[in-house]
């Protein structure tokens, strides 16, 4: 992450308690490379357990993922992010319009049949997704379901 990029994120993002006087002891990981780590994992697509050694253990990692995901940090930095993206392209926050598409994806075969459908037209059991992006092709929304 460019140095650019880390003061857009930086506002984004929660200050600790322990800095902020509220007591608690001292993170042992900067969030920046916290955050250079989760887009390590979700841009090269390996596991948790495959992260270099330049970063902080996996299980650090994950563990601050999972915990700004259930906070919604996460969905609220893409957001941030994305209005930024849409005010520089002289565009509203807020989309008017959405483009919907959709795909049916296979199920492995240890996934039970009660947690997956079957997609009679394409003659698919699994699950299926959509993917809804604005006019610049922003993602706003990408739900899963079975069919």
């Known amino acids: 992450?460019?140095?650019?990029?880390?003061?857009?994120?930086?506002?984004?993002?929660?200050?600790?308690?322990?800095?902020?006087?509220?007591?608690?002891?001292?993170?042992?990981?900067?969030?920046?490379?916290?955050?250079?780590?989760?887009?390590?994992?979700?841009?090269?697509?390996?596991?948790?357990?495959?992260?270099?050694?330049?970063?902080?253990?996996?299980?650090?990692?994950?563990?601050?993922?999972?915990?700004?995901?259930?906070?919604?940090?996460?969905?609220?930095?893409?957001?941030?992010?994305r209005d930024r993206v849409r005010a520089k392209e002289g565009r509203s926050p807020d989309p008017t319009a959405a483009i919907v598409d959709s795909q049916s994806v296979r199920a492995a075969a240890n996934i039970p049949r009660s947690a997956s459908g079957w997609d009679g037209g394409k003659r698919v059991g699994g699950r299926k997704r959509h993917v809804v992006v604005d006019c610049l092709g922003l993602v706003l929304v990408v739900p899963a379901h079975k069919p």
């Open 1 to 81: 992450m460019t140095e650019a990029e880390w003061q857009v994120v930086r506002a984004a993002l929660p200050v600790p308690a322990w800095l902020a006087d509220r007591g608690g002891r001292p993170e042992g990981y900067c969030h920046r490379v916290m955050l250079d780590a989760i887009r390590y994992v979700v841009d090269n697509g390996v596991k948790w357990a495959n992260l270099p050694c330049d970063f902080p253990p996996f299980r650090r990692v994950h563990a601050f993922a999972r915990r700004w995901q259930a906070t919604g940090l996460l969905a609220e930095l893409h957001d941030r992010l």
